[in-house]
């Protein structure tokens, strides 16, 4: 099993440096500007579009999406960045795919994005162990993106990991009444919110989109396969997640069981 040898610099803010860091996949994604985005894990369906957005244009950017692997937010932010550019953090042995509803998603980070331990192979998830993944997600963004959380969630424990490193956090802004964590944040003025993602985004690039895509042979193999309005669940079985991103974002329309480039 590979482990990460290099020191990481991002990592020294942790209250102690991971004697063993596990990894399957890209480690030249740890080089690069990364940002944290954590959340519910049955996030409000706005928050779910804005999180899918955000990682989407990060991502193109050039910036790489950190986040932990779990149902709602997390998923989200992995799938939105695309499995090419994210970093998912696991709470378990860097063999078990866990939780299993994320597997396809977490085989795809595997084979093309950046998977990452702090466990045994073998290890199976505990509820210390999710502190301890949470951790190592703050502390390798930048900055801490959080996009929906309850004062009584888990996401709580992240926050208050990032006031401790000193990393700055942002928050989306919500109607009153919802995620109680991030009205919080903003009312003693611990986050910023996020008004504008191109406003937000341009604090991070080094670099314009097209120089990215250039630098990077970038090529949406997605898109190229939907060029020739192919069946439906042709396309689910081969990019799923990069299926549901699509329709979100208005990319493809379905007609008469065939996936149309807008």
């Given amino acids: 099993m590979n482990t990460v040898t290099e020191h990481i610099t991002a990592l020294d803010g942790m209250k102690k440096y991971p004697q063993k860091l596990f990894y399957a996949g890209n480690t030249e994604l740890l080089k690069r500007v990364k940002i944290s985005i954590i ?3 049955k996030p409000s369906k706005y928050s779910r579009m804005i999180t899918q ?3 989407q244009r990060l991502s193109k950017n050039g910036v790489c999406v950190v986040s932990g692997g779990a149902m709602g937010i997390d998923a989200t932010a992995h799938s939105g960045a695309s499995s090419k550019n994210t970093i998912a953090v696991l709470p378990c042995g860097i063999d078990i795919k866990y939780p299993s509803v994320n597997k396809n998603l977490l085989s795809e980070i595997e084979k093309e994005g950046l998977l990452l331990s702090q466990f045994d192979p073998g290890f199976r998830a505990t509820p210390w162990s999710f502190v301890v993944r949470n951790e190592l997600v703050v ?9 929906e959380a309850e004062l ?4 709580m424990r992240s926050i208050e990991i990032a006031l401790k490193m000193g990393k700055k956090i942002y928050v989306l802004p919500q109607r009153l009444g919802e995620s109680g964590a991030t009205q919080h944040l903003l009312q003693e003025q611990k986050a910023e919110a996020i008004y504008d993602i191109d406003e937000f ?3 991070f690039c080094t670099h314009t989109q097209d120089e990215y895509i250039q630098n990077n042979s970038y090529e949406d193999e997605f898109l190229l396969y ?7 669940d042709d396309v689910f079985k081969k990019f799923p997640n990069r299926l549901f991103e699509a329709e979100l974002n208005g990319d493809i329309i379905v007609v008469n069981g065939k996936v149309l480039l807008k």
């Fill in 152 to 155: 009584e969630s888990g996401s």
């Fill in 139 to 147: 502390a390798l963004g930048d900055v801490l993106v959080v996009a």
């Fill in 226 to 232: 939907c060029k020739n309005s192919p069946i439906y």
């Fill in 39 to 41: 959340g519910s894990r």
């Fill in 53 to 55: 957005t955000l990682a």
């Fill in 201 to 203: 985004i341009a604090m």
